[in-house]
């Protein structure tokens, strides 16, 4: 059976167990649902919200990396620390989290394989004492990483084009245009329903196991390539906001190694909202 290509960016649960009293580990749990942190959490571990940690107040985008850094040092992370996410839902906003901590340029981060739902359902103690770590001293010194986020002027570019490995990994009903969004979030949605052209509709969440764990490399390969998603193509994931693409941008790119993945975080409520671009249903 084939290794992933960065096994190390991964830890999984008896690894986490072993170092919760390490002070080179910083433990996050990333969530849009905060009360599920409220709720119980790793001992040690610091709670991001997704929507108001991550993003300026002002506009659509994310932190630069100098408010990321701030954000950071807030949350007890130093130079030699390494980060180690979670979250819910198969660790879809931890991904996002991942992903972006690497598009700013820190890359002493891992996901915990299983996140909150393989620690629970392997009995795993919770903890309701959120903690105050002293403030930590680290800089993010590294660039911008352009190359693993996609703009809508590139998606439209390559808009039905072979070249391109287009994923849209929301469910079948969203991409067929029967939905706009989960049932459970309909307040972030498009204008007009359906999917980018020649866009491989491959959920998510296939590429998970039943207890939130990753498939094996051999598993996801075959998941990819069966629908034409190959090493050899450039790709770009997209979701309806940018989470669940994340999540496959992770099993491509970092699992698998593929050379040249991006996320298109616009997702779906950008382009879908967009005047003229081409869209199709079905």
């Known amino acids: 059976m084939a290794e992933y290509a960065k096994p190390e960016v991964l830890v999984e649960i008896g690894w986490l167990e072993e170092h919760l009293g390490d002070e080179n580990v910083r433990v996050i749990d990333v969530d849009e649902d905060t009360s599920a942190y409220e709720k119980g959490h790793i001992e040690g571990a610091i709670g991001w919200n997704w929507s108001t940690d991550l993003h300026t107040k002002v506009g659509r985008d994310y932190l630069s990396r100098e408010e990321l850094q701030e954000l950071l040092r807030r949350s007890g992370v130093s130079d030699g620390t390494t980060v180690v996410l979670y979250g819910g839902n198969n660790n879809w906003f931890a991904a996002y989290a991942y992903w972006i901590l690497k598009l700013r340029g820190f890359d002493d981060v ?16 919770l903890a309701h004492e959120v903690p ?19 703009f809508r002027d590139e998606v439209i570019a390559n808009a039905g084009s072979s070249g391109v490995g287009l994923v849209d990994v929301r469910s079948p009903e969203e991409y067929r245009g029967e939905k706009l969004a989960p049932d459970h979030l309909p307040q972030e ?12 509709n491959i959920p998510w969440a296939k590429a ?3 207890d939130g764990t990753f ?3 051999d598993e996801l390969r075959a998941l990819y390539e069966s629908e034409g ?3 050899d193509r450039e790709v770009i994931a997209y979701c309806r906001i940018g989470e669940r693409s994340s999540h496959t941008w992770f ?17 779906w409520t950008e382009y879908g909202s967009l005047v003229g671009v081409p869209v199709e249903l079905g």
């Open 215 to 217: 498939r094996s490399a």
């Open 132 to 150: 105050t770590p002293a403030a930590g001293n680290v800089t993010v010194a590294g660039s911008d990483r352009i190359e693993i986020r996609a």
């Open 110 to 125: 891992k996901l915990l394989n299983g996140g909150r739902k393989k620690w629970e359902l392997d009995s795993r103690p």
């Open 251 to 267: 099993a491509l790119q970092e699992l698998l190694g593929y050379p040249n993945v991006k996320n298109y975080d616009g997702s």
């Open 189 to 200: 949605q498009s204008q007009v329903p359906g999917h980018v052209p020649g866009a491989a």
């Open 229 to 231: 998603i190959t090493p």
């Open 208 to 210: 998970a196991n039943e």
